[in-house]
């Protein structure tokens, strides 16, 4: 089964920027979408980007302008380039796909913005 490894959250002050990253274990790695998903204190998985094999990207409204997905298939990982971060945007990120119906999550990477 494919594994998947975030990398790259940490502490930053309010302003700051931070790269994610997701790497997959599978070679060949090119699922149709690939998502970001930051969980809430409260533990919900809310919706931060997408991206589609062909690159079409969608944002939630709430990090438009500020956040950019990307992927790099050979590299077999996904980024999230993260600017002016807010305290808002604190939480455990978390990449996913979704294969034969069945959601595949990374270990998450948290990410804490102070003010």
């Known amino acids: 089964q494919v594994q998947l490894v975030e990398s790259g959250g940490g502490l930053v002050q309010a302003g700051g920027s931070l790269r994610l990253s997701c790497t997959a274990s599978e070679n060949d790695f090119t699922p149709d979408v690939m998502r970001w998903y930051r969980q809430t204190p409260d533990k919900q998985r809310v919706f931060a980007a997408s991206i589609t094999n062909g690159g079409y990207t969608y944002y939630a409204d709430s990090v438009k302008g500020r956040f950019t997905i990307s992927r790099d298939n050979a590299k077999n990982t996904m980024y999230l380039q993260m600017t002016s971060l807010k305290p808002e945007d604190t939480g455990v990120y978390y990449c996913?796909?979704?294969?034969?119906?069945?959601?595949?999550w990374g270990q998450g990477t948290q990410v804490t913005v102070s003010s």
């Open positions: 996913n796909f979704v294969r034969r119906n069945v959601n595949h």
